[in-house]
């Protein structure tokens, strides 16, 4: 398992003039001896005198043996969409996993996840055997999107995804601020992001967990979005 990393975006270039300023991140990893997971707190401070947009996205990357043929994505979800023309036409597979696949590439798709009453949600991915597999904790407060990256492409190539809590989707700034999806840190401003990272070790410990994104679904509908939410230069 990867660390995750956050990916801070620039400066806006309409405010170069105004000088670069400084915007810190800072990153503490906690757990304890034994323990079967891990927690992320990365503080974002604009140390600046001006507003400064930026992005977070976290990219977790998993493999083989908690990602196989037949493994499962699962969160409690409000939309999901596809990023692009090929993931749309993989829309109807998009929280299952296929074998990996010569020339399969990558196909993304954009999450927005319900939260419980405090803003806490789970995603979830785990085997075919529903025996092992990772949990992801955080708040939609802090991280309101998600991007699953999906790359089942041969072992030798990389057989992989992408677990991507983050502020933003994966498009590129310009169509993210028609998505209002840029948000904007105010001068002197901090902003927290927590992630908890579990391994499922266990058939009960991932039941548990799908129980859990359950309850944070609590029967509230999923809008399932067939085409992409932008439009994207056509190759």
Do not use: C
């Amino acid at each position: 398992m990867r660390q995750a990393a956050a990916r801070i975006g620039r400066q806006d270039p309409r405010r170069d003039e105004r000088g670069p300023g400084t915007v810190d991140a800072t990153h503490v990893l906690s757990t304890e001896a034994g323990a079967q997971q891990f927690t992320l707190h990365d503080t974002l401070t604009n140390n600046g005198d001006y507003p400064k947009e930026y992005e977070a996205l976290y990219h977790s990357n998993f493999g083989p043996p908690l990602l196989d043929p037949g493994a499962r994505f699962s969160a409690p979800v409000q939309q999901v969409s596809p990023f692009n023309d090929k993931a749309a036409a993989d829309m109807g597979d998009w929280q299952t996993y296929r074998e990996p696949t010569r020339d399969y590439d990558e196909t993304v798709y954009n999450v927005v996840p319900y939260g419980d009453e405090n803003g806490e949600t789970l995603t979830v991915l785990h085997n075919a055997a529903g025996d092992l597999g990772i949990s992801l904790g955080y708040n939609i407060q802090q991280l309101p999107v998600f991007s699953l990256w999906k790359n089942t492409d041969t072992l030798g190539q990389g057989y992989v995804t992408g677990l991507e809590p983050g502020t933003s989707f994966a498009y590129n700034r310009s169509y993210q601020r028609a998505l209002n999806r840029v948000p904007t840190i105010a001068a002197k401003e901090k902003r927290q992001f927590d992630i908890t990272y579990t391994l499922l070790a266990d058939k009960a410990a991932v039941d548990k967990a799908l129980q859990q994104v359950q309850s944070i679904q609590h029967e509230r509908p999923t809008e399932v979005r067939k085409t992409p939410l932008v439009d994207l230069p056509k190759h």
